[in-house]
Every structure is written in C-alpha cells, then in structure tokens.
C-alpha cells in the first residue's frame, strides 16, 4: 500500500515537498516512481529511484528542479519541488514498480495521488 501526501497550492517558482509511504512488506519494491496527471491529459513520468542503488531517472521536463529521495528506514520516498511553474500542476502519483523504468504499464502498485496547484 502507498500512500502519498504533501500537495498543496503553491506560487510559481515555490517549493513543495512530497512524501511516499510504502507501508508493508517491501521486499522485491526494485523502483519507486513518481507520476503525475493533469486535468485531460495522459499519466506522464516524473522520476523514479531504484531502491537497492538509488540509481534515479528524470523527465528531462523537471531536470534540475526537482529532486527525489527516499529513506529505507522509514520506507518512504521523497520528491522534493523546486522552481514550480504552472505546468508543474497535476495530480501526483507515487507508483510502484519491480523494474526500473519510467512506463506507466511497468507500475503495478499506485498510491492515491496528491494534488499540486501551481499558481502564476
């Protein structure tokens, strides 16, 4: 189960930091992604961390801005928000894969998704 939080209404150029707990048995979680979806628009990756190696993959649409992280002691992974535009805004999904990828189909386990509002 995952369960994500930390959306909210922010202003272009803000921050925002979100939060994925991966509550439950963890073993075999090879990839923790974050995806998002605006309103009539597709799922698209975000970026994703593998869990043994922390290897990570970026959209090239949030290089530099946005950074994710996690801790496996607590079993939560991070994505903090840097430099926000209005683009940015979305509902965001933390996913759950057993291969590193940035495919929505490879993702089997998905959180609720949290709302970012990014305001001009």
């Known amino acids: 189960q995952l369960q994500a939080s930390g959306g909210g209404l922010v202003q272009a150029g803000g921050s925002l930091g979100l939060s994925c707990a991966v509550n439950?048995?963890?073993?075999?979680?090879?990839?923790m992604g974050w995806f998002r979806q605006a309103p009539g628009k597709e799922r698209e990756f975000v970026v994703a961390?593998?869990?043994?190696?922390?290897?990570?993959d970026y959209a090239d649409s949030v290089k530099g801005r946005f950074t994710i992280s996690k801790s496996s002691a607590k079993n939560t992974v991070y994505l903090q928000m840097n430099s926000l535009k209005p683009e940015d805004t979305a509902v965001y999904y933390c996913a759950r894969s057993l291969s590193r990828s940035t495919i929505v189909g490879d993702y089997a386990l998905w959180g609720q998704g949290t709302l970012v509002t990014v305001s001009s």
């Open positions: 439950g048995y963890t073993f075999g979680t090879l990839a």
């Open positions: 961390i593998t869990w043994s190696f922390d290897r990570t």
